[in-house]
């Protein structure tokens, strides 16, 4: 069977989002998630061109209009308030929410289905259909590897796996009133 197109991996990365939101509203757990989309924005002319191109790239590849778009300066400024925008590129295909809150409620899933989660057990290797760790060997038809910045602790793993795109910010709470001023309503990731 040949493999999927790669616009097909795409788009079940898209489900996947309002997968696992259905999925912490159907067993009632709140992860203090809002799907408000993505938006990369622009604000010298080089960048503006940058963003055309990879518009292009995107229409390409298969995503349409619907999947991410091009906005001007005024539009940009309506999603929120960065000191000399341009433009940007806004996608609807990403929620932010509280990673703590969202592995907690994952656990307790997974838990109440009969699965039994071991912590503070260090992975020394990852192979295919199988993890060493210090206590033993785990082995499973699907090893679902998630080391991310770990990856170089890992024998062999330094040039292994370079995660590109793993950040996120988190402070207290913001009064009403900054919200106002950057005028972030609609909660977009935002880079």
């Not at 390409?60 to 001007?72: F, S, Y």
Request: aromatic share 4%; charged share 25%.
């Amino acid at each position: 069977m040949p493999a999927p197109p790669p616009i097909a991996f795409q788009r079940a990365v898209f489900d996947a989002i309002d997968e696992v939101l259905a999925i912490m509203t159907e067993h009632g757990h709140d992860v203090n998630a809002v799907k408000g989309g993505y938006l990369t924005v622009a604000r010298t002319t080089a960048e503006v061109g940058r963003l055309r191109e990879a518009l292009a790239a995107d229409r390409d590849w298969g995503l349409t209009e619907d999947d991410v778009r091009l906005l001007g300066a005024d539009e940009t400024r309506a999603r929120v308030a960065v000191d000399g925008v341009l433009g940007a590129t806004y996608s609807p295909h990403c929620a932010r929410l509280d990673p703590a809150r969202l592995v907690t409620a994952l656990a307790a899933i997974v838990e109440a289905a009969g699965v039994d989660i071991y912590e503070s057990t260090a992975a020394l290797a990852i192979h295919p259909r199988r993890v060493v760790t210090e206590r033993g060997v785990v082995r499973a038809d699907v090893v679902l590897r998630a080391t991310e910045g770990y990856t170089p602790s890992l024998p062999g793993g330094a040039r292994e796996l370079l995660p590109m795109l793993s950040s996120m910010i988190a402070t207290e709470p913001l009064p009403a009133a900054q919200w106002e001023r950057i005028g972030w309503g609609g909660r977009e990731a935002l880079s």
